[in-house]
């Protein structure tokens, strides 16, 4: 399977449109470290993952369609060590695309925006994003191999990243529904207001009345066992994971590598925060169940 690998990098991924994308990247790193949002919230990343996805989109679904598998096949190779060499390149391929709008952008960062930030805060971000990076181009991959029509790969992209981003959304506003929620109750006279065996109250003049601030139970909050459940399909999710990073740096700044504890159902960012040295596992992890999948169907493709 060597000689398939240096076939492909060789041939197809760092072939004629390898330059002109590595440029892009590095104006899209460089312009991204420049542009960042006072905050540090980083939306450049998304367009390299994005442009790296379609690279690795473009390249194979070319591949497929002029016969070059047929004749590897043909040539004694099995469809699994043709399919695996098809994720290996793209990953070595797309790793070196990111590299080439990290560096810019991250030390544009460092410098500029983000300047507050330790460099081991950085280089999480960073490969928190390559992990991303990984699983999506595998992802572009495992169905531009496995389907015919480009059309339709495209389609099915473009789908499963809208699905994506809802699914995120929804799993997020859901996850920071609070354990307790606080609830206001208005009185007449201080007599009126009594306070509860369970919660704390408080009460202060307000309009020539009184108001009781009492916490409540919170019906929508997700606790226990679902909560794990969620939080860990929210992480596998690849905007989950941007989402909550772009969150944490917009809410915590600097002060994110002191966040290193939390308490359950107060803050999910700070939830999600202390878990960040952890993405990158989730998302490899992720790209090879696509990529053992994506092997199984196309080995039973028929490729003639």
């Known amino acids: 399977m060597y000689r398939l690998i240096k076939t492909d990098l060789r041939h197809f991924y760092f072939g004629r449109l390898f330059l002109p994308t590595a440029a892009l990247m590095l104006i899209i790193g460089a312009a991204g470290g420049i542009g960042t949002d006072n905050k540090g919230y980083m939306q450049f990343p998304i367009y390299a993952i994005l442009l790296t996805a379609a690279y690795s989109?473009?390249?194979?679904?070319?591949?497929?369609?002029?016969?070059?598998v047929r004749n590897?096949?043909?040539?004694?190779?099995?469809?699994?060590?043709?399919?695996?060499?098809?994720?290996?390149?793209?990953?070595?391929?797309?790793?070196?695309?990111?590299?080439?709008?990290?560096?810019?952008?991250?030390?544009?960062?460092?410098?500029?925006?983000?300047?507050?930030?330790?460099?081991?805060?950085?280089?999480?971000?960073s490969l928190i994003y390559l992990g991303v990076t990984l699983f999506v181009n595998t992802a572009a991959v495992c169905i531009t191999a496995c389907l015919r029509s480009t059309t339709v790969c495209t389609f099915v992209l473009i789908l499963s990243a809208v699905g994506a981003v809802i699914a995120a959304e929804a799993m997020f506003h859901r996850l920071d529904e609070k354990k307790l929620r606080t609830e206001?109750?208005?009185?007449?006279?201080?007599?009126?207001?009594?306070?509860?065996?369970?919660?704390?109250?408080?009460?202060?003049?307000?309009?020539?009345?009184?108001?009781?601030?009492?916490?409540?139970?919170?019906?929508?909050?997700?606790?226990?066992?679902?909560?794990?459940?969620?939080?860990?399909?929210?992480?596998?999710?690849?905007?989950?994971?941007?989402?909550?990073?772009?969150?944490?740096?917009?809410?915590?700044?600097?002060?994110?590598?002191?966040?290193d504890t939390f308490e359950e159902g107060v803050n999910f960012d700070r939830e999600m925060a202390v878990k960040q040295p952890f993405y990158p596992i989730f998302s490899l992890a992720l790209a090879l169940t696509v990529s053992v999948i994506g092997a199984e169907v196309f080995g039973r493709k028929n490729i003639f």
Request: glycine share 8%.
């Open 184 to 259: 206001t109750v208005y009185y007449s006279s201080p007599s009126e207001a009594t306070d509860t065996d369970k919660y704390p109250l408080w009460e202060q003049d307000f309009d020539d009345g009184y108001i009781q601030y009492r916490e409540q139970p919170n019906p929508r909050y997700v606790g226990g066992a679902a909560r794990k459940l969620l939080s860990g399909l929210y992480l596998l999710d690849p905007y989950g994971q941007i989402n909550s990073l772009n969150r944490s740096v917009w809410l915590f700044g600097r002060d994110i590598d002191t966040v």
């Open 57 to 68: 989109m473009f390249i194979t679904s070319r591949e497929t369609a002029d016969g070059t």
């Open 72 to 125: 590897k096949i043909i040539c004694g190779f099995t469809g699994r060590q043709v399919f695996f060499s098809y994720i290996i390149s793209a990953a070595v391929c797309c790793t070196v695309l990111y590299l080439l709008f990290a560096v810019p952008f991250y030390t544009a960062c460092s410098f500029i925006r983000l300047s507050s930030f330790s460099s081991g805060r950085l280089v999480i971000f």
